[in-house]
């Protein structure tokens, strides 16, 4: 090589940012801007930005393409895995940040994981959380934040999944997944990178703001679908290796929810045979008694951050809520024979 094509070829490496953020969006007009918007303001500026628009039909190609670096502007809706697919394709950097789009990340968020992976040979990703702070007061919004929030900061460093709002991996540990998933993909990236032998750490300091808003119908859907799929990934995907390992039950839900999303159901069954003759009521309060224990720390959680009132009411909605993660782990398991969800990873 002379010495004007070593020139081309120092300079190429220079031009080749160390971080690539990408932000897989559809349909997100409301709040991309605020998302981009946050990641240009980091304090780390050695990274470039690419936006995958999945077949948006509102102002998402527009706002992207006023603070990206590279827009990629998919032809129609198929689904975030296959987006994050094209993003990781065209990634240039030896890490790669994954922040959802309606997700606002801090100015340091980019120098943590840097900072990181940077300490950490042994680590091939991460991933953070929800901070408490979200700028929707509603019910069911504050207590989906503080509820995420809670899990997350019982995890332990090392663990054996990705969270979508917020992970990193390096360039080395990346692998393809194929595209049959309406959710939980970012869970079973997680999964392949470990299964592979590789480290993903959790950081309780790499937090972002969520600023999504729920009501009772967006948390319910929601609450349902991830352990759907979830169950999905434990039957066809292998999941189930990974069960209880790390200090937690699967992915973020730790072995007390597990339980408790297990009681709630036999509660509620046994509160209705009693209704109706079918068994005696002094088997319900043995049980009530126990899944309040379970759940006593985070009840304690949301009395110290918000008041007892809300915490009162937050009662009542877990339990609802462990009901209907009851229901969609079911689902999910009766469903399983016939879903799409075959096969395996795809290697780039």
Same mark, same amino acid.
């Given at each position: 090589?002379?010495?004007?094509?070593?020139?081309?070829?120092?300079?190429?490496?220079?031009?080749?940012?160390?971080?690539?953020?990408?932000?897989?969006?559809?349909?997100?007009?409301?709040?991309?801007?605020?998302?981009?918007?946050?990641?240009?303001?980091?304090?780390?500026?050695?990274?470039?930005?690419?936006?995958?628009?999945?077949?948006?039909?509102?102002?998402?190609?527009?706002?992207?393409?006023?603070?990206?670096?590279?827009?990629?502007?998919?032809?129609?809706?198929?689904?975030?895995?296959?987006?994050?697919?094209?993003?990781?394709?065209?990634?240039?950097?030896?890490?790669?940040?994954?922040?959802?789009?309606?997700?606002?990340?801090?100015?340091?968020?980019?120098?943590?994981?840097?900072?990181?992976?940077?300490?950490?040979?042994?680590?091939?990703?991460?991933?953070?959380?929800?901070?408490?702070?979200?700028?929707?007061?509603?019910?069911?919004?504050?207590?989906?934040?503080?509820?995420?929030?809670?899990?997350?900061?019982? %995890?332990?460093?090392?663990?054996?999944? +990705?969270? @979508?709002?917020?992970? *990193?991996?390096?360039?080395?540990? !990346?692998? /393809? #997944?194929?595209?049959?998933?309406?959710?939980?993909?970012?869970?079973?990236?997680?999964?392949?990178?470990?299964?592979?032998?590789?480290?993903?750490?959790?950081?309780?300091?790499?937090?972002?703001?969520?600023?999504?808003?729920?009501?009772?119908?967006?948390?319910?859907?929601?609450?349902?679908?991830?352990?759907?799929?979830?169950?999905?990934?434990?039957?066809?995907?292998?999941?189930?290796?990974?069960?209880?390992?790390?200090?937690?039950?699967?992915?973020?839900?730790?072995?007390?929810?597990?339980?408790?999303?297990?009681?709630?159901?036999?509660? %509620?069954?046994?509160?209705?045979?009693? +209704?109706? @003759?079918?068994?005696? *009521?002094?088997?319900?309060?043995? !049980?009530? /008694? #126990?899944?309040?224990?379970?759940?006593?720390?985070?009840?304690?959680?949301?009395?110290?951050?918000?008041?007892?009132?809300?915490?009162?009411?937050?009662?009542?909605?877990?339990?609802?809520?462990?009901?209907?993660?009851?229901?969609?782990?079911?689902?999910?398991?009766?469903?399983?024979?016939?879903?799409?969800?075959?096969?395996?990873?795809?290697?780039?």
């Amino acid at each position: 090589m002379d010495r004007s094509e070593d020139k081309s070829y120092n300079k190429a490496l220079k031009m080749t940012p160390s971080i690539s953020v990408i932000v897989r969006a559809y349909n997100a007009g409301e709040t991309l801007e605020q998302c981009l918007c946050a990641i240009k303001r980091s304090s780390y500026k050695d990274y470039e930005l690419i936006v995958v628009d999945d077949g948006s039909t509102d102002t998402t190609e527009r706002i992207a393409k006023r603070y990206a670096d590279k827009v990629i502007v998919l032809p129609k809706n198929i689904g975030a895995a296959h987006a994050g697919n094209v993003a990781l394709q065209a990634a240039r950097g030896d890490i790669i940040v994954n922040v959802d789009s309606d997700v606002v990340v801090a100015p340091d968020t980019l120098n943590i994981i840097g900072s990181y992976l940077s300490g950490h040979p042994e680590a091939d990703a991460i991933t953070g959380r929800l901070s408490k702070c979200h700028p929707h007061n509603g019910f069911f919004s504050q207590y989906k934040n503080l509820y995420m929030n809670y899990i997350f900061g019982r %995890l332990h460093e090392k663990i054996d999944f +990705l969270y @979508g709002s917020i992970f *990193a991996v390096r360039k080395r540990a !990346l692998q /393809l #997944i194929d595209a049959g998933f309406a959710y939980g993909e970012d869970t079973y990236f997680g999964m392949k990178i470990v299964q592979r032998g590789r480290e993903i750490r959790f950081l309780k300091d790499l937090e972002v703001v969520h600023l999504k808003e729920y009501d009772l119908l967006s948390f319910v859907k929601n609450d349902f679908l991830v352990p759907f799929y979830w169950a999905r990934l434990i039957i066809l995907r292998g999941g189930w290796r990974q069960l209880f390992k790390n200090g937690v039950g699967f992915a973020h839900a730790s072995r007390v929810q597990i339980i408790s999303v297990l009681l709630a159901p036999a509660i %509620l069954i046994i509160s209705l045979l009693d +209704l109706f @003759g079918c068994l005696q *009521a002094h088997l319900i309060l043995p !049980l009530v /008694l #126990i899944w309040f224990l379970l759940n006593f720390n985070f009840f304690k959680f949301l009395a110290k951050e918000k008041n007892s009132s809300f915490s009162i009411g937050a009662l009542l909605i877990t339990f609802f809520d462990n009901v209907i993660m009851f229901s969609g782990i079911v689902s999910g398991f009766a469903t399983a024979p016939f879903s799409g969800l075959k096969g395996g990873a795809v290697k780039p």
